[in-house]
């Protein structure tokens, strides 16, 4: 296996190395974020309905869930417990820049292992003299190997992105609520 994919060039390495990564980094930020995940409408509503009754309690969420967290700290000053919120929003979004640049690199490192392949075998073409099809597979094939591991990473890591860019952004949209509902509306809060 080894030889094969050394035969297939040494930018299959980095690719390779790529690929594990984006695999690793998908599958932290799902446990992360399958811990946080957006509350469903009814829960929600129901806890937007408890905090408005003066209960400040997080029935039916977990206590390390962003909105158990807020709920947890909801006495705190209103600038201490926005900061605790970004904070929370922060640790979220952490590495998820990551992904669209693993695809960006993965597939610009397949397009270039892309071009090695085929120079390869247009060199192989005219060293040859004659199109003789067992010098055009080597470079060819390492064209083709090239650009599909290249996507192979690169779909999943945007794939991932955009799945947790949604989660993020639901359970963002709940905590600004949530905040919303708990900070008292006035001049020391800085609205008008």
Known sequence: MMEFLWSMGPYLLPLLALSVYS?????????????AKALTPQKFAALLDRVAAGQRTGEGV???HPLGVILMYSSEPSNLLQARA???????ENRMTYFPALANIATLTGLFGTVVGMIGAFLALRSGGGADPSSLAGGLGQALVATAMGLVTAIPSLTAHAVFQRQI??????????L???LPVGPGNGSA
């Open 86 to 92: 970004q904070s929370l929003l922060a640790d979220l």
């Open 62 to 64: 977990p206590p390390e």
């Open 180 to 182: 919303s509902a708990l």
């Open 169 to 178: 952004a639901e359970v963002a949209s709940q905590m600004e609520a949530l």
């Open 23 to 35: 695999g690793g980094l998908i599958v932290q930020k799902a446990q992360k974020l399958g811990s």
